[in-house]
């Protein structure tokens, strides 16, 4: 089954700077890749996905890149403001209807 | 646009008894997940279905957690006999179909003493 793996568990920004998580992916056959944001006590929120046709998928911010040869995305937060603070939890899922989710980065935003 | 519904949002059992769990999905979502979320970790899938079929449950421990969505609309997921490990939050989520945008509900958080 698919297994996936996240990095860094922690991060810490100052405000306005870059933030970049990297998550790697075991299962080749894969082809749906969600972000999510979590803040404390609440659910998470799907903040943007890509799919395997496309390396590269950008919403104001937030932008994901995917790499399939190498088997690992990326999210990249731009400009972080401190409501950017939260945890962030990618995902994997192929048609087999295998949804893996990484363990979280917990993302600091320092005004 | 009403979100997914779950309830109850918090319950407190003692270990060796028995919980369940409520999700009503978003109207027309035909996949439906339940999630196990421990503190401190990603959200971990037990089952999906597709309407009323189960489509993956490999992750659902089967000697004590069961669900069922029966007419392709709610759906419940019971512990029986709760573990103290089970504890954790429980998150239901229901999309169009696969692979598409899951929309999660709050969550029940179940706490085994």
């Known amino acids: 089954g698919e297994n996936v793996e996240q990095h860094p568990s922690t991060l810490s920004v100052q405000e306005g700077d870059s933030a970049v998580i990297k998550c790697t992916y075991s299962?080749?056959?894969?082809?749906?890749f969600p972000w999510y944001k979590q803040e404390l006590g609440k659910r998470p929120q799907l903040i943007i996905d890509i799919r395997s046709n496309v390396g590269e998928k950008k919403d104001q911010r937030i932008a994901v890149t995917l790499n399939k040869t190498a088997k690992h995305f990326s999210l990249h937060i731009t400009e972080t403001q401190p409501e950017d603070s939260a945890v962030y939890f990618c995902?994997?899922?192929?048609?087999?209807?295998?949804?893996?989710f990484g363990a979280g980065t917990r993302l600091t935003v320092k005004p | 646009e009403a979100g997914v519904a779950q309830s109850p949002r918090y319950k407190i059992i003692e270990k060796r008894q028995s919980v369940a769990f409520w999700c009503n999905p978003i109207?027309?979502?035909?996949?439906l997940y339940w999630y196990q979320q421990i503190l401190g970790q990603g959200p971990k899938l037990l089952i999906q279905?597709?309407?009323?079929?189960?489509?993956?449950d490999s992750q659902l421990p089967k000697d004590r957690f069961s669900a069922e969505r029966l007419k392709g609309v709610d759906s419940t997921l019971k512990i029986q006999p709760a573990k103290l490990e089970d504890s954790a939050v429980y998150l239901c989520a229901s999309s169009l179909a696969s692979l598409e945008t899951q929309y999660f509900g709050p969550g029940t958080r179940l706490l085994v003493l």
């Open positions: 109207s027309g979502h035909a996949t």
């Open positions: 299962d080749s056959a894969s082809n749906y």
């Open positions: 995902a994997a899922s192929s048609s087999n209807n295998d949804m893996r």
């Open positions: 279905f597709q309407n009323n079929g189960v489509v993956d």
